[in-house]
């Protein structure tokens, strides 16, 4: 599935994932291929986003955390996330 995560400042990343863990509302949430269509709110947290491989750009790498070659992790004060058609949209702050 396609995972696109969107500051007000910038495209953070984009890009072909395997899985997203989401720190939701009531509770931390995960993401697979083919999950049902889906929006919620997103409270402080960690996005934890797992990939066969990550291409994030040199001016925000610094906002996340390598856990391993594929694993990563974003810190966020709060957001909203979108997923439909395997695409699934993240706004954070």
Do not use: C, R, W
Request: glycine share 6%.
């Amino acid at each position: 599935m396609i995972l696109e995560i969107v500051s007000p400042e910038a495209t953070l990343f984009k890009g072909e994932v395997t899985s997203v863990t989401l720190p939701g509302e009531v509770g931390s949430f995960q993401i697979l291929n083919n999950h049902a269509p889906i929006v919620s709110v997103l409270k402080h947290g960690v996005v934890k986003i797992e990939a066969a491989s990550f291409d994030i750009k040199k001016e925000v790498e610094d906002k996340f955390t390598k856990v391993n070659d594929q694993n990563y992790t974003l810190a966020i004060k709060s957001g909203t996330i979108e997923l439909k058609d395997n695409k699934v949209i993240v706004l954070v702050d």
